[in-house]
């Protein structure tokens, strides 16, 4: 029966895990990355703490002076960056506090080491020697330096119980340095071994640890993960911002919360001592016989039954440690008579019986009532025998007279260093807590807000528009965010999708009708010209021949790796449809002399010259009365061209004079590409010439005429061109 129990268990569970083996094979891929993601963070954390504990355990078992309770937390740090420190830190001092509850107190320590892990991993101080010194010392003033100071008040300004607790002692005897010197210089040293094991250990099991790891580790709680923001933009991070508040928001609470629970301590404790004080006179007052006090005042030590009273009086005194004196005095006005004065632990020596101790300052205020033998309030005093406080008990004979005061002194320094101790715990344990509570906020704010807005931020500023292929590519990049956070952020992704869409049928359709703009314009562009050329009656086809000529020109000098810096394929497209434009301020010449058959006079060439001048300020007004409708770059081209197409290199040209490389390469290559159409053409001053005698003028003009640079390429092409001026004047556009 019981077997068949087992085996039918085994099949529920078998069942169940082959379930979950069919959930997980179903699972699309980002729903598996997912889910590596968040086992993996648990078990980097999981395996931490297990990290840290062991060895402890190992090295306590073996009897050697080390902790080894970080290696966890470092290497947490180093693989996953602060939460995952911070997590193993403090959840590991959680774990250790079950057998010891001081364990907890220094767990705000073990979260300074991870987050100063973070930082030397960040500055890359673990891949140098030199560097894993420095880190090796700031770990022991954190462990070691913070550590002895939680270890001395949390113990009272006692030696701990830890593993340096036996070479502080040893200190404290040898060098005679204070407790909390001898602590300290014990545990600095004693963690300096320490973390030199830790951090070498933690080093090596990460250098053996696989890139891919790392790299899903780095993903899972996505490390360096900012998008490309500019530097200023990332100066002013969001998550700086929420930082700052939350930094802030816990600092004051902290101060808050300090101060809150310092009083209501400090109340309670001196309730918690002045209890003490009173139990100690109460009991004490049971022992003391009012009807002998005077005696034992007058003849002191030889009274019967003093020896036997004082005895009783220490063993109640040593009952009650916190008590630092006990005694009883008649007060009168001349000041209080000591009939018992006990002698405190220090070993300082008592007052005798018959003393007569003078008034502290502190009592004068009830000297009233102590005459009258009154009950007097608990007294806090700051005077000769130190910061105490004070509980008088009124001793009465059997008449109910009070003939003395039995008091206790409670030191206030006890009182102060179980306030600073509860302080340190009070401390250490919320900003314990709040580090974590910060980096889980921290974690949230970056998951849930900042990268979604950085992701967003990323392809806003990569979105291509250029090109078909790159905008679908970008769409698909928006697409692929995928955000799904049922929140703000969401709505901002889809707003910014829906955006992104809009603007890409808007590019489509603005990119269509500016097609359409610019195939108009070129249209009415080149009939323009071609309307100005018709006055010409011996140019034929001009401007058709002399545009394919510039661009062929351009493309075989940017072949040849000559001006490359300006050649870029926009410029060459707007040389070709410039070129048209060359010749536009042949409108403003009289037919007479444009047509004229023979030679031009001097005065008549004048006026043909100034055909240039004419073109640039024709094709300026247009620049300065269009503005923006116009394309400005492909105008610029224009304006030169018309401009400086008769300029020569050797500055002998016309309108300006300019030579070399003043002329803008426009004009130059027009120039070639102009005086080579207007060789080769019948004109009706001139019969055509053939291709040697026009290439022999134009080689022959280089470095006077012509850029000699821009006649190499266009030697190398020109009878290819040469052969196919038909087909150049059959085009019908640019």
């Known amino acids: 029966m019981i077997g068949a129990i087992k085996i039918k268990n085994i099949a529920v569970k078998c069942s169940i895990g082959g379930r979950l083996f069919i959930i997980f094979i179903a699972m699309s891929d980002e729903g598996k990355k997912k889910w590596f993601g968040v086992w993996g963070g648990v ?101 070691g330096g913070l550590g002895s100071v939680f270890t001395y008040y949390l113990h009272r300004q006692s030696f701990g119980t830890g593993v340096s607790a036996p070479f502080a002692q040893y200190l404290h005897g040898l060098l005679g340095t204070s407790v909390f010197q001898s602590q300290l210089m014990a545990d600095v040293v004693v963690d300096l071994f320490d973390k030199a094991v830790t951090v070498v250990v933690a080093v090596v099991i990460f250098h053996f640890i696989s890139r891919r790891t790392k790299d899903h ?40 919360v300090a101060n809150i629970g310092y009083f209501l301590y400090r109340e309670k404790a001196i309730a918690k001592y002045t209890s003490i004080a009173y139990g100690l006179t109460d009991a004490a007052a049971i022992v003391l016989d009012g009807d002998r006090l005077m005696t034992y005042l007058q003849e002191g030590r ?92 009124p001793l009465k004979d059997s008449s109910g007279t009070t003939v003395a005061y039995v008091a206790a002194d409670i030191s206030m320094e006890s009182i102060l260093m179980d306030e600073i101790s509860f302080l340190i715990k009070e401390l250490s344990l919320f900003f314990g807590v709040s580090l974590v509570i910060m980096c889980l906020v921290t974690e949230a704010m970056k998951r849930g807000v900042v990268i979604p807005i950085n992701r967003m931020s990323q392809v806003a500023n990569s979105f291509a528009h250029n090109s078909e292929e790159g905008r679908k590519i970008s769409m698909r990049r928006v697409k692929s965010l995928n955000i799904r956070s049922d929140d703000e952020i969401q709505n901002l992704y889809k707003a910014f999708s ?136 492909y105008l610029k081209e224009a304006i030169e061209m018309a401009h400086f197409h008769h300029e020569k290199w050797d500055g002998s040209g016309y309108p300006t004079k300019i030579k070399g490389d003043e002329i803008p390469l426009s004009a130059r290559i027009m120039a070639v590409a102009d005086v080579f159409d207007a060789l080769v053409a019948e004109r009706v001053y001139k019969k055509p010439f053939t291709f040697e005698k026009a290439m022999t003028i134009i080689t022959e003009g280089a470095g006077k005429h012509f850029d000699p640079k821009v006649v190499e390429a266009f030697s190398h092409i020109a009878e290819d061109l040469y052969n196919d001026r038909t087909k150049l004047s059959a085009v019908t556009s640019v």
């Open 498 to 633: 829906t955006m992104a869409e809009d603007f890409l049928l808007y590019v489509v359709q603005i990119k269509s009708q500016n097609e359409r703009i610019t195939r108009m314009q070129d249209e009415i562009i080149v009939s323009f010209a071609e309307l100005v050329e018709a006055r010409d009656e011996g140019t034929g086809n001009h401007i058709k021949k002399t545009a394919a000529y510039v661009e062929a020109i351009a493309r075989q000098l940017k072949k040849e790796g000559v001006y490359v810096e300006l050649l870029s394929e926009d410029y060459i497209k707007r040389l070709k449809r410039s070129a048209p434009l060359h010749d536009i301020g042949k409108i403003a010449i009289s037919d007479l002399i444009l047509n004229k058959p023979g030679k031009l006079t001097d005065e008549e060439f004048e006026i043909m010259k100034s055909h240039t001048t004419e073109g640039w300020k024709i094709l300026q007004k247009i620049v300065d009365n269009a503005g923006d409708s116009m394309d400005q770059d």
């Open 43 to 143: 078990l980097l954390i999981a395996l931490g703490i297990l990290l840290n504990i062991l060895p402890t355990k190992v090295v306590g078992f073996l009897g050697l002076p080390l902790f080894l309770d970080c290696i966890g937390t470092l290497l947490a740090a180093m693989l996953g960056g602060v939460l995952p420190a911070v997590l193993v830190g403090f959840a590991t001092n959680i774990v250790k506090s079950f057998s010891g509850t001081f364990s907890l107190y220094y767990g705000v320590i073990s979260i300074f080491i991870g987050l100063a892990t973070v930082f030397f991993f960040n500055k890359k101080f673990f891949s140098s020697i030199p560097k894993l010194f420095v880190t090796i010392f700031c770990y022991a003033l954190l462990g």
């Open 217 to 256: 580790l780095n993903h899972v709680f996505q490390r360096n993960i900012k998008g490309k923001a500019s530097k200023s933009a990332e100066n002013r991070s969001l998550l700086g911002k929420v930082m700052a508040v939350v930094i802030i928001s816990e600092l004051l609470l902290a101060a808050f």
């Open 302 to 393: 030889s009274a019967e039954g003093y020896e036997e009273t004082e005895k009783q009086l220490y063993t109640i005194r040593n009952g009650f440690s916190a008590a630092k004196y006990l005694y009883v005095y008649h007060i009168a006005q001349d000041g209080c008579h000591v009939i018992f004065d006990l002698m405190p632990a220090d070993g300082e020596e008592p007052s005798q019986p018959g003393d007569l101790i003078p008034f502290d300052a502190s009592f004068e205020e009830y000297l009233p009532a102590l005459l009258k033998g009154d009950t007097i309030e608990p007294v806090v005093s700051n005077d000769s025998y130190g910061w105490l406080l004070t509980v008088y008990k």
